[in-house]
């Protein structure tokens, strides 16, 4: 597979899949299993597996492109494919002696999904401090865990799950570790019944004394804290902006719709051809909706030539994204008066499922303070 055919493929599986069951599985907050298979029937699954494992090799460039192109057509099934690719990279850089090359395999087969629970309720959104601690056990750990939001929670055939190194000192000494879905002690405390982004299943789950061999200790003991910044970190914020410039277009395109087709009768003109301020704010959206595209392609670039700008990008574009995909799906919402909020259209669950990006971790706000703390040279935790 390259660019193009992933890209072919993702159009496919979002028109024939995705597209007929969006608005439903939102309603009923309903996880779509079918999506999940075609994602893997189409090898998107595998994307970013090495080749030699059997997936298809590509870099940030497709997966952002990719990511968006689902989330034009369903943001729920983008933020659950953005997580998988985000768990599937961790597991890829695993420590040499983690024994993960047949999971990687089932994954470029199109038959295993994974993704990431960091978050804990007791350090919320700061994801990169958990407070729960591994116990060293005969032949590995023991977790026990809040973990407070995991997309396709109950789903996925296995977890990225962060935890206090066995012997860490410092907040953010902690290790990562593979916990297959079916381990004893791990379940699903509670539905998911969010306020957007309501088909991904983004439940809070329960680790209770669950034994996790040492084979699938994915990074060394303190080591998932650099794990965490130097591969899930880049990946999610790029794979989270995307999503946003999905919602962004999707946005721009029921405007655009809306503005043609819903009509004065008594003066004969539709929406648009009557009112210029509406035709001025759709315009401001397609301009923020092109910046977005720009940025992301920017750091598309900076991830492929890595230089000394890099990880500033990296903040930028998640924080710049989530401002940007509630701005815009905001003035869908004002431009489509009544008929969005009164769900004539597709509007106002974009606009919805826009909100998730800003409090997804880290948050606009943390990002902020980041990009703040380190113009100034101050140290970030
Ligand atoms: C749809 C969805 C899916 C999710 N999926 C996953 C997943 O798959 N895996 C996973 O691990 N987590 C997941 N999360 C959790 C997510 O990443 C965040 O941890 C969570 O949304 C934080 O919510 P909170 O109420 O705990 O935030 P809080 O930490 O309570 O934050 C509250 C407010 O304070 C602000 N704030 C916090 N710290 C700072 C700071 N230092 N400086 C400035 N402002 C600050 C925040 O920006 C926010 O506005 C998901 C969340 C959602 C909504």
Redesign the pocket.
Known sequence: MNHETALLKAKEAADQVLAPSASQNDKEGRFSTEAVAALGQAGLLGLTVPTELGGSGLGPRTFAAVVATLAETDASVA?VYL?HVCGTATIATARPDAVVAQILQDIAAGKHLT?????EAGS????WAPVSRARRDTTGVLISAK?????SAGVAQSYVVSTLAVEGTAPIDSTLYLVPAGCPGFSVERPWD?LG?RA?A?APMLLDQCLVPYELQLTNDGAGFQAMLNVVLPIFNLGSAAVALGICRAAVAGTVSHLKNARFEHLGQSLGESLPTLRAQLAGMQIDTDGLELRIADLVDHLERPRETTMLRVLETKAAAGDTAIAVTSAAMRICGGAAFSKHTNIERLFRDAH?GA???P????LR?FIGKALLGIELF
């Open positions: 933020m997580m993704t990431l629970a960091f978050s919320r959104s700061h994801f973990k407070s939001w995991v997309t969010g982004l991904n983004s998730a409090v997804m971790a948050t606009v706000d943390v303070e």
